[in-house]
């Protein structure tokens, strides 16, 4: 099974630009940015925030208002804070052996360094390649990480899995099945998500006073945002 993937890989395979690199600082960059926003969305911010801030050491020594601010659009934004302060320790102490040890890295992103960056033998499981493996009762080694990944986001898909264009197809015991439609995500417009990420934006743009005082507090507890004075800023 694993051989039918990785040929499928070769011609289908995503060409996505945190694969044309081993350096663990762009890989984590990528992965903290996929957690939550859609590869399309990352691609062009993932991009120019490399070009921005190129190795953790320069990272690290930017401020974090303008790490706040360059992450701005992509949500979610309590993960900019935990790559700055990521960055910070690897920047001081270098890479941890545990790389779970480091803000906002949990056990699928560190496998996923672990594999993509350091090329150690880990598989790192996310939703779509939980999904293949499960449904196939496929053993992949690590090798076929991205390939995993690439067909559980464009072939076996969640609800409506394209089986007639899976490699997998000859082999696998879900061929043809349907599921049950996902969960829906709770919705955004009108959620205290919104109230943070407008009240995010607009101290972002220099508003300091009469802002969402429940948003600041939570904003402020994250680390987004400080007071000082009776006045809120980006951190400093
Ligand atoms: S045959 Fe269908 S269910 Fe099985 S891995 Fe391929 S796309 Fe998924």
């Not at 996505?16 to 992965?31: C, F, G, I, K, Q």
């Not at 943070?196 to 987004?224: F, I, M, N, Y």
């Amino acid at each position: 099974m694993e051989a039918l993937l990785l040929g499928w890989f070769e011609e289908h395979g995503r060409d996505l630009p945190w694969r044309r690199t081993t350096d663990p600082y762009a890989v984590l960059v990528s992965e903290l940015m996929l957690q939550q926003t859609q590869v399309p969305r990352v691609i062009p911010r993932y991009v120019a925030w490399i070009q921005r801030w190129p190795t953790a050491e320069a990272l690290a020594a930017a401020p974090r208002a303008a790490v706040i601010r360059e992450w701005q659009g992509l949500g979610y934004n309590r993960r900019a804070v935990n790559l700055h302060r990521a960055s910070e320790i690897v920047a001081a102490e270098g890479w941890p052996e545990d790389l779970t040890k480091l803000p906002g890295v949990g056990a699928y992103t560190a496998a996923a360094v672990r594999r993509f960056a350091f090329g150690e033998p880990v598989l790192p499981v996310d939703t779509n390649v939980g999904r293949v493996l499960e449904r196939t009762g496929g053993r992949f080694g690590p090798e076929a990480a991205a390939a995993l990944m690439d067909l559980g986001a464009t072939v076996c898909l969640a609800r409506v899995p394209r089986c007639r264009e899976c490699p997998l197809a000859s082999d696998c015991p879900s061929r043809g099945r349907r599921y049950e439609p996902l969960r829906k995500q709770s919705r955004f417009e009108g959620s205290f998500r919104q109230r943070r990420a407008e009240t995010l934006r607009l101290v972002a743009a220099g508003r300091s006073s009469g802002l969402d005082a429940e948003a600041v507090a939570s904003l402020a507890q994250d680390g987004l945002v400080e007071m000082r004075a009776g006045l809120v800023r980006l951190p400093q």
